[in-house]
T-cell receptor, first 113, second 115 residues
């Protein structure tokens, strides 16, 4: 059974057209992460939630925003996608604690036309 | 600030041989965790092994072991008896307690196993 679910798996949007990616989890983990991964690069942390507390990375563009309405769901909003935002977006969850492993979703591949 | 370095962009290893993938990190937090993940061409992230900053012994998980040298801030992954299925990207990651469990990844090493 899938534990971290990302929808859609593939998303095509137009330049400048807002898009929302979703992530849900059945693990009841209190920490959720959004990463951007471009081809042959490492996942880059955009932001993460520790319970309801939102932690934004200093270099995450303002174009990227997130919502976490409850423990199970988290959304990534890209307000005005540019060509450079085309990437794989990975959602991960974990329990709190330095020893806790992250569980990753399958990712959403975003294409910007 | 957290920082992770993986100095080997690409590595080749003969099947059945052992290989070491390097990882160095920088943190001022005394409480942190180090992780290694494998990402095959399919894109999924597969957890391999964990080492805690307070752990006295090096972690081992099957064919994977971690050479943890805390004073040198290095956490190298050793894969013994390489298999063709080990060909993938390998990422070192670090989690800091004082950063609300923030996890960042190193740039990765692409490992190719040669028959």
């Amino acid at each position: 059974d899938a534990m971290v679910i990302q929808n859609p798996r593939y998303q095509v949007t137009q330049f400048g057209k807002p898009v929302t990616l979703s992530c849900s989890q059945t693990l009841n983990h209190n920490v959720m992460y959004w990463y951007q991964q471009k081809s042959s690069q490492a996942p880059k942390l955009l932001f993460h939630y520790y319970d309801k507390d939102f932690n934004n990375e200093a270099d995450t563009p303002d174009n990227f925003q997130s919502r976490r309405p409850n423990t199970s769901f988290c959304f990534l909003d890209i307000r005005s996608p540019g060509l450079g935002d085309a990437a794989m977006y990975l959602c991960a969850t974990s329990r709190a604690g330095r020893q806790e492993t992250q569980y990753f979703g399958p990712g959403t591949r975003l294409l910007v036309l | 600030a957290q920082k992770i370095t993986q100095t080997q962009p690409g590595m080749f290893v003969q099947e059945k041989e052992a290989v070491t993938l390097d990882c160095t990190y920088d943190t001022s937090d005394p409480s942190y965790g180090l992780f290694w993940y494998k990402q095959p061409s399919s894109g999924e992230m597969i957890f391999l092994i964990y080492q805690g900053s307070y752990d006295q012994q090096n972690a081992t998980e099957g064919r994977y072991s971690l050479n943890f040298q805390k004073a040198r801030k290095s956490a190298n992954l050793v894969i013994s008896a390489s298999q063709l299925g080990d060909s993938a990207m390998y990422f070192c990651a670090m989690r800091e307690k004082t950063s609300y469990d923030k996890v960042i990844f190193g740039p990765g090493t692409s490992l190719s196993v040669i028959p």
